[in-house]
């Protein structure tokens, strides 16, 4: 793992995403965190970012999320930038389930919600 983070440090992003793929890398809070402890946030975020744009699922979107609100230490802002991200990731997978309950877990009644009360409860009328 020195190898990956050392890459990862210098930015060789496909590198590191080639490598743990072959290793069938299992992306969560807990693992990046423990795995890359010593990659300054910006530098995973990075990461993070050229992970989404190959693969534009929407667990990496939320992965992203959670890593810059508990993870991400260098935003000040932090739900201006999760917003922008979630409302991509809306648009980009029809209203997929998970993105909804992610945010309505994250943003309900939450006073530092990026999304209104209204928006949050047109997106409550699309789980199924």
């Not at 983070?5 to 496909?14: H, I, M, Y």
């Not at 299992?26 to 990659?39: A, G, H």
Request: glycine residues 2%; contains cysteine.
């Amino acid at each position: 793992m020195k190898n990956l983070v050392r890459q990862l440090k210098s930015g060789e992003f496909n590198y590191v995403y080639n490598s743990l793929k072959e290793k069938n890398y299992d992306y969560s809070l807990d693992n990046l965190s423990k795995d890359f402890s010593s990659v300054d946030s910006k530098d995973m975020y990075c990461y993070l970012i050229y992970l989404l744009s190959v693969e534009h699922s929407p667990f990496y979107y939320i992965l992203l999320c959670d890593y810059i609100l508990y993870l991400g230490t260098f935003f000040y802002d932090i739900h201006p930038v999760i917003h922008m991200f979630m409302k991509q990731a809306l648009e980009e997978h029809s209203y997929n389930e998970s993105i909804i309950n992610w945010i309505i877990a994250t943003y309900q009644n939450n006073p530092d919600s990026p999304f209104s009360n209204d928006e949050l409860e047109f997106l409550k009328s699309k789980i199924k």
